[in-house]
């Protein structure tokens, strides 16, 4: 019996020991850019307009959007980043769902991922949002706003606050419907995630999937699981309610880079898979997306197929478009 009971802990303890090991093997990596996983500084190409192709009169709803999981997520290790891209990197390489979460103390909303302090405040991404509107109006940006690691339930006249001083109230979609994209062109959508009157689309109203809790590596495949569902769902959902699919997770022995780079070469082979098929998917949420990766998320419209428009990064925008061979082989296929 003694044997039995020395067997079995001789098993929890390897167990423990393979969890850790799967858990912080790359910790110290170098910066990878991969088609399915960026975290290098900057994304490989540009596309700041793409939504100047999309008919006015179709929902938002209907529309597939690439979005970033704890969007300003940049500082305090590996168990707190999400991202490499800046603010501006992230809508310039076409990212147009943003999840910001924000500490809440004496009227001050400071960025958080948890207790990681990302060197900001709200005031910082309603500036650069403004500023991104106003340069591309074709576009709308779709804004997650959280109470994050403060439990005061009471965010409301400090996001007003900051909406007064750091963009313009008139920037707001200030409604519960979902507009249609001609009525969102040129403004922020605030999904709102905290008690208090309307400021915009209330995030609870979405068809949600965010199973974020990833134990060890061991449970990624849970994870993917959970993504691949809620994504055949989306087709054939209410086409009037979002879609919001979070493909980050995390856990004690599963930091969110780890679980990206696997998580995201699975999303990156089934979206490859549909190239050939317009299907509405809702908004993709993601850690260290790559540039590709977006761009196939965005031709997943119910539109007809036209031509994007691509600027190389870090220069300037030039008549010199960049076409996706993917893309090119749709046109063949249609004309």
């Given at each position: 019996m003694m044997s039995g009971i020395r067997g079995g802990r001789v098993k929890m303890q390897r167990t423990l020991m393979l969890m850790v090991l799967v858990g912080v093997i790359g910790l110290s990596h170098a910066a990878i850019q991969r088609p399915d996983y960026d975290d290098t500084p900057n994304p490989e190409f540009l596309n700041p307009s793409w939504m100047a192709s999309i008919p006015d009169d179709q929902?938002?709803?209907e529309v597939t959007l690439p979005g970033t999981h704890n969007t300003m997520a940049l500082y305090g290790g590996v168990y707190a980043e999400c991202q490499t891209w800046s603010l501006?990197?992230?809508?310039?390489?076409?990212?147009?769902?943003?999840?910001?979460?924000?500490?809440?103390?004496n009227g001050k909303l400071n960025l958080h991922h948890g207790v990681s302090y990302q060197r900001g405040?709200?005031?910082?991404?309603l500036q650069g949002v403004a500023d991104f509107l106003w340069e591309y109006p074709s576009e709308t940006v779709l804004m997650r706003v959280k109470e994050e690691c403060s439990e005061t339930y009471d965010i409301y006249g400090a996001v007003v606050d900051y909406i007064h001083r750091y963009a313009h109230w008139d920037l707001l979609w200030h409604s519960r419907i979902v507009p249609t994209v001609g009525e969102a062109r040129g403004r922020l959508i605030v999904l709102q995630d905290f008690p208090g009157p309307d400021l915009g689309v209330r995030?609870?109203?979405?068809?949600?999937?965010?199973?974020?809790?990833v134990p060890t590596l061991l449970h990624v495949e849970d994870k993917w699981q959970s993504v691949y569902h809620h994504l055949?769902?989306?087709?054939?959902?209410?086409?009037?309610?979002?879609?919001?699919?979070?493909?980050?997770?995390?856990?004690?022995?599963?930091?969110?880079?780890?679980?990206?780079?696997?998580?995201?070469?699975?999303?990156f082979d089934y979206l490859s898979a549909k190239t050939d098929q317009k299907q509405r998917l809702g908004i993709i949420c993601m850690d260290f997306p790559a540039a590709?990766?977006?761009?196939?998320?965005?031709?997943?419209?119910?539109?007809?197929?036209?031509?994007?428009?691509?600027?190389?990064?870090?220069?300037?925008?030039?008549?010199?478009?960049?076409?996706?061979?993917?893309?090119?082989?749709m046109l063949q296929h249609f004309l």
């Open positions: 929902p938002l709803s501006a990197s992230q809508l310039r390489a076409g990212v147009r769902y943003l999840d910001i979460r924000l500490r809440h103390i405040h709200f005031g910082h991404v995030y609870d109203s979405m068809d949600i999937a965010d199973d974020w809790k055949e769902a989306a087709p054939a959902g209410n086409l009037a309610q979002i879609y919001l699919t979070y493909s980050s997770g995390t856990g004690v022995f599963a930091y969110p880079r780890a679980v990206a780079l696997r998580v995201n070469a699975q999303l590709p990766t977006i761009q196939m998320i965005i031709d997943f419209q119910l539109r007809e197929v036209q031509i994007p428009v691509f600027y190389a990064a870090h220069h300037k925008p030039s008549f010199n478009y960049r076409i996706s061979s993917r893309r090119n082989k």
